[in-house]
């Protein structure tokens, strides 16, 4: 079972750079969820989908944007990357608010 | 809105001591708790979870008690080993997909 797959595992931008991290499920999971993890302050919610072509901001959605085309795929695209975006940045899927969160394995991210 | 606390880390112990790992939420109506643990280089996993007030959430001896009446849902383990080592996540969820996270506690186990 692949679960969640993140790509690429690692990544280094220079600021004012623009990219997409992409995100991908196997489980048919309804929910999908980009989380940002910064040393000191848990993971904070950037943007959220409950459905194919329908997304949301979370906490931190400043600089980020998403789709959601089909059920299995979530990119999270970086508009003009700084470095206050250096951070690992986990997608996880699931299926309701009673059901455990699957996440991926991240991508660290670093902005020179 | 929501909020998680969890007790300051990081947490030190030697092998086979009793492990407590506190965490107090804030919800507006009724949501889903969630202990998650975290490996080095991992993405975060389930440990346990309790979806309703006095709910026990219990998996590889961990245990966690959903009390309302406290807002709370302590993790407890009777006898932490070195593979406990982690970092572990308390969460809550009160819409699908929008999940709330405490800051983590990193836990060490010395043999």
């Known amino acids: 079972n692949a679960g969640v797959t993140q790509t690429p595992k690692f990544q280094v931008l220079k600021t004012g750079q623009s990219m997409t991290l992409q995100c991908a499920q196997d489980m048919n999971h309804e929910y999908m969820s980009w989380y940002r993890q910064d040393p000191g302050m848990g993971l904070r919610l950037i943007h959220y989908?409950?459905?194919?072509?329908?997304?949301d901001q979370g906490e931190v959605p400043n600089g980020y944007n998403v789709s959601r085309s089909t059920t299995e795929d979530f990119p999270l695209r970086l508009l003009s990357a700084a470095p206050s975006q250096t951070s690992v940045y986990f997608c996880?899927?699931?299926?309701?608010?009673?059901?455990?969160?699957?996440f991926g394995q991240g991508t660290r991210l670093t902005v020179v | 809105g929501d909020s998680v606390t969890q007790m300051e880390g990081p947490v030190t112990l030697s092998e086979e001591a009793f492990l407590t790992i506190n965490c107090t939420y804030t919800a507006t109506g009724y949501p889903s708790l969630f202990w998650y643990v975290q490996y080095p280089g991992e993405g975060l996993q389930l440990l346990l979870k309790?979806?309703?007030?006095?709910d026990k959430g219990s998996n590889k001896g961990f245990e966690a008690t959903y009390r309302k009446e406290t807002t709370s849902f302590h993790l407890e383990k009777g006898s932490v080993q070195v593979s406990d080592s982690a970092v572990y996540f308390c969460a809550l969820n009160e819409i699908a997909g929008k999940s709330t996270f405490g800051d983590g506690t990193t836990l060490t186990v010395k043999p």
């Open positions: 309790a979806t309703k007030a006095d």
């Open positions: 996880a899927s699931s299926t309701g608010r009673h059901t455990e969160a699957f």
């Open positions: 989908s409950v459905g194919a072509g329908i997304t």
